[in-house]
């Protein structure tokens, strides 16, 4: 394993015929030390060499021609659970970002609360804090205190396949004569499927507010400020400032 001359860089060449693990070491160590003699960047180091140090452990613990011809593990068992929770989460933290940009609130700009109605995400509560800068996130089971439903009909769809009946559908629905059973829609004597149909959100007058994409909770943002929030924030901003010269500058950000 010799470190040999490439450029201002060092190289390392590897002989894949070498059973004995202890030269990875020696690999590793030789990285180091030329980073240390030449004084070159040690990403660019490890950049040209990890590749290779991955492939020499790989082909010594399974005998195996190459980590790169092998197909990608597919995991035996995943919680399910966790995968969609952290899905709505995104969508949560997504569309708080939205109402900050929508009333000019900065991310670095703390406020006092969010409020999620429709969604109990209480174990979530400390990563939709941070990622939202929020003091506090409170929970309400009752979308209907920050929003309206309505039903919004797919009316290519319902015309298509019903053709005529869609003149008594439309009206029926403003009308509220209508009926959810399970997943069909129920009005002037017709049944509407799925993907005819949508229960969307509209929020109320006075609320800082906006629907989940799928419609199924509201987020909404605390937008009143007072004088601990902005001067927080504007420490924040100083502080933001500060690394920006410090690493403009070439210095250790902290």
């Known amino acids: 394993l010799p470190v040999i001359g490439c450029g201002t860089l060092p190289f390392i060449v590897f002989r894949h015929d070498e059973p004995d693990h202890s030269e990875v070491l020696r690999l590793i160590g030789e990285i180091y030390t030329a980073f240390r003699e030449k ?6 180091t490890v950049q040209r060499n990890i590749s290779r140090i991955f492939e020499y452990i790989y082909r010594n613990l399974t005998g195996n021609e190459s980590v790169h011809l092998t197909d990608w593990p597919e995991a035996d068992e995943f919680d399910a659970k966790i995968v969609e929770d952290m899905r ?5 933290v997504s569309v708080g970002k939205q109402l900050r940009e929508q009333y000019k609130l900065r991310n670095r700009l703390p406020l006092n609360s969010l409020t999620i109605a429709g969604a109990d995400m209480t174990e979530y509560t400390d990563i939709i804090k941070d990622e939202l800068n929020v003091k ?14 309505f039903v919004y009909l797919i009316t290519p769809k319902i015309g298509a396949r019903l053709g005529g009946a869609l003149k008594d559908i439309i009206p029926s629905v403003k009308r509220g004569e209508y009926e959810i059973a399970g997943d069909k829609l129920v009005v002037a004597g017709a049944e509407l499927n799925s993907d005819e149909f949508e229960n969307r959100l509209t929020i109320k007058d006075g609320v800082t507010g906006a629907a989940l994409p799928d419609n199924t909770a509201v987020v909404v943002l605390d937008t009143e400020l007072h004088s601990e929030l ?3 924030g504007l420490v924040n901003d100083a502080l933001r400032f500060i690394q920006d010269t410090r690493k403009s500058a070439g210095l250790d950000v902290s």
Do not use: T
Not at 88 to 92: C, F, K, L, T, W
Not at 137 to 149: E, L, M, Y
């Open 39 to 44: 004084n070159v960047c040690f990403e660019m």
């Open 230 to 232: 902005i001067a927080e």
């Open 136 to 149: 506090s996130v409170k929970f309400d089971s009752d979308i209907s205190n920050v929003a309206d439903s």
């Open 88 to 92: 709505r989460v995104q969508s949560i």
